[in-house]
């Protein structure tokens, strides 16, 4: 398979953007298809545990890859694989809000879905305690992953979260991944976790723009408030970009000097979207996106953003709150 990663661009392509499991984790498969669909991206992302609920309901991945082709949809991408190193139990997160069933597909599993699905691409993150495998093993450990994801097929993008787990900032991420070695794989940068981990902007410009496989925009406040987790941060209480205070403008212009701007797409946890219709969420996406390319000066063919395209998450935000709002099992 030839690797889909291989050509950049310094200017946002929406048939290269990624409709996000997180961004639209309440829907059923088909509204997070048509989401993906109504925003005109090329790609949408599926866990394994969603791609297990989807079984549940009937819907075979033969019937996937058809909803997906069906409407316009080219790429599928598998994420997150977890067990790719000697532990991966997290330690720091709610079994009632995010049970081990989304985390345990080991790496037979994860493969067979992606074949199953006929993923281009996979994401591997690491939710062990920070600290506890040392960093050569975990190269050692993910030069073997990419080496079983080529077989595959699947290009191996890693993705580092500052949440206390093992690759917790891009420095840590772009060592494993440089010294790895491996053609198949790169990066995730999550301006969420950029911000919040306290990496550089100097950093970022030193490494490939080929490196950099998938951006994921989100925004937030300046500091996490006192009265909020970094895990309830990270994972509901993100904002669309331009709505927050994170340096965005600054972020897209690095990359595109780098010509790291492959993939860019929001990837928006947050209670808010969870209130959203798939058609809300289409345009709050594409716009949002639209609207931050135009403030760094990036080139796009998103088309221009809705006017008041933030209205819709506002009004989520006044009609319900955080506390009240419906529980989430899964990212």
Excluded: Y
Excluded at 78 to 90: C, E, G, H, V
Excluded at 229 to 255: K, M, Q, Y
Excluded at 321 to 330: D, E, G, I, K, L
């Amino acid at each position: 398979m030839t690797d889909e990663f291989s050509t950049r661009g310094t200017g946002i392509e929406r048939s290269q953007s990624v409709m996000w499991a997180g961004t639209v984790r309440t829907l059923r498969l088909a509204d997070q298809v048509r989401a993906a669909a109504l925003a005109g991206f090329g790609g949408i992302s599926i866990t394994p545990l969603g791609w297990s609920q989807a079984l549940s309901e009937g819907i075979s991945s033969g019937d996937m890859r058809a909803l997906c082709a069906d409407n316009g949809i080219e790429r599928i991408h598998l994420d997150p694989f977890t067990r790719w190193s000697a532990l991966w139990q997290p330690a720091n997160l709610d079994p009632a809000v995010f049970p081990l069933s989304f985390f345990a597909f080991d790496a037979d599993d994860f493969l067979r879905i992606a074949e199953a699905l006929g993923a281009a691409s996979m994401t591997a993150i690491a939710t062990f305690p920070h600290g506890a495998i040392a960093q050569e093993q975990m190269t050692e450990d993910f030069a073997r992953l990419c080496d079983r994801a080529a077989d595959h097929g699947l290009h191996c993008s890693l993705e580092f979260i500052p949440l206390d787990w093992g690759v917790p900032d891009l420095e840590t991420a772009w060592s494993i991944v440089r010294d790895a070695d491996r053609a198949n794989s790169g990066i995730v940068l999550d301006t969420w976790c950029f911000q919040r981990s306290g990496s550089s902007l100097e950093l970022l410009e030193s490494i490939p723009g080929d490196r950099i496989d998938f951006v994921q925009l989100a925004d937030g406040l300046a500091r996490v408030p006192k009265n909020r987790s970094w895990v309830e941060d990270n994972l509901d209480n993100r904002l669309p970009p331009g709505l927050g205070a994170f340096p965005l403008d600054a972020i897209l212009s690095t990359l595109a000097r780098t010509g790291g701007l492959g993939s860019v797409s929001p990837e928006l946890f947050a209670w808010q979207l969870d209130q959203m219709t798939p058609e809300q969420i289409a345009d709050l996406s594409r716009s949002s996106l639209a609207a931050t390319a135009d403030g760094a000066g990036i080139a796009h063919d998103l088309g221009p953003a809705t006017p008041g395209w933030h209205t819709d998450f506002e009004r989520a935000e006044r009609g319900t709150s955080a506390v009240t709002a419906a529980p989430r099992s899964h990212l």
